[in-house]
């Protein structure tokens, strides 16, 4: 019996889902990411939509695109809503989802017609959005 396993190779377990978090507020984006990497997920941030689409496009062409991208909608140098543009411009299919503070129905509708059918409005929780992104990875969290 000492012999037995000899040989025989353990598969690696897969990486956890890589996430793209998306805000100008340093406080929230800290926040959020301790909370994002507590539930096991590996996060990148960016402060701004133009540092995130070079994030994601890079990724993507490394052969490690990000599972998920989630943007602030209202930012300086490019918005949340001209992120999802540009992304789907250059044929990045990456999930996005929205945090917002100003969810109104026009800002909902824009945002299904981007194929971003998902949204979250600040202020929640961390626990809350460790949660919802699991839902949205299809992993049952929550």
Known sequence: MAGQGRGCSAVPPPAPPRILLVDDEEGFRFAAG?????????????ADGK?????ALSARDAGDPFALV???????????????????????????????????QTLIAELAGKGCTEYLE????PVELVAWVGRQLGEGGG
């Open 51 to 55: 540092v995130a689409l070079a994030a």
């Open 34 to 46: 301790v909370a994002l990497r507590r539930g096991g997920y590996r996060v990148e941030e960016a």
């Open 122 to 125: 600040k202020p929640f929780d």
């Open 70 to 104: 989630i943007t602030d909608i209202r930012m300086p140098a490019m918005s949340g809503t001209e992120l999802i543009d540009a992304l789907r411009e250059r044929g990045d299919r990456t999930a996005v989802c929205a945090i917002t503070c100003f969810g109104d």
